[in-house]
C-alpha cells in the first residue's frame, strides 16, 4: 500500500504546486478544516455543497497521512465536521461521500460516524 493510494489527485511535491493548491482550492472552499496534531497538518475534512437544483446534498471528502491510519483521528474529525455543516448549512438534507471499494478503512470510518451503502457505482462506491 503506498501513502497516496487513494488519493484522486497527484501528489504535490513542491512548495510552489502547495502554494497553487492553497490559493486556487483550499481557500476559495466553502466548508474545508485542517486536521492538526500540534502544529503539524495531517489531514482534512472538505464538505462541499452542491449548486442549484441540487443544493440541499453535499459530498464530504477527507484525508489522513498514512502514519495516523486506524488512530480514530478521522472519524472524530468526521463526526465533529459533519455536525458543524448541518448547523452552518441547515438546508442541507443529506451528506454524501464517494469512496473507493477497496478502501475498507475509509468504509469503516464512515459507517462509525452514521453513513451507510446505498449503491455502487461503476468505479466508485457511494455511501450516505
Not at 99 to 121: A, D, I, M, T
Request: glycine share 6%; hydrophobic share 40%; aromatic share 10%.
Amino acid at each position: 500500500m503506498t501513502r497516496t493510494q487513494y488519493l484522486r489527485w497527484p501528489s504535490i511535491t513542491s512548495r510552489d504546486e502547495a502554494l497553487t493548491y492553497i490559493q486556487q482550492v483550499a481557500i476559495p472552499h466553502p466548508w474545508r478544516h485542517s486536521i492538526c496534531m500540534d502544529d503539524t497538518c495531517i489531514g482534512y475534512v472538505s464538505v462541499k455543497p452542491e449548486p442549484g437544483d441540487d443544493h440541499h446534498r453535499a459530498h464530504v471528502s477527507y484525508a489522513l497521512s498514512a502514519e495516523y491510519w486506524g488512530l480514530g483521528i478521522a472519524t472524530d474529525a468526521l463526526k465533529k465536521a459533519i455536525a458543524k455543516v448541518f448547523k452552518k448549512f441547515s438546508y442541507l438534507a443529506r451528506i454524501e461521500a464517494l469512496v473507493e471499494e477497496e478502501n475498507k478503512g475509509s468504509q469503516r470510518v464512515l459507517e462509525k460516524v452514521g453513513f451507510r451503502k446505498e449503491g455502487l457505482l461503476t468505479v466508485e462506491e457511494v455511501w450516505v
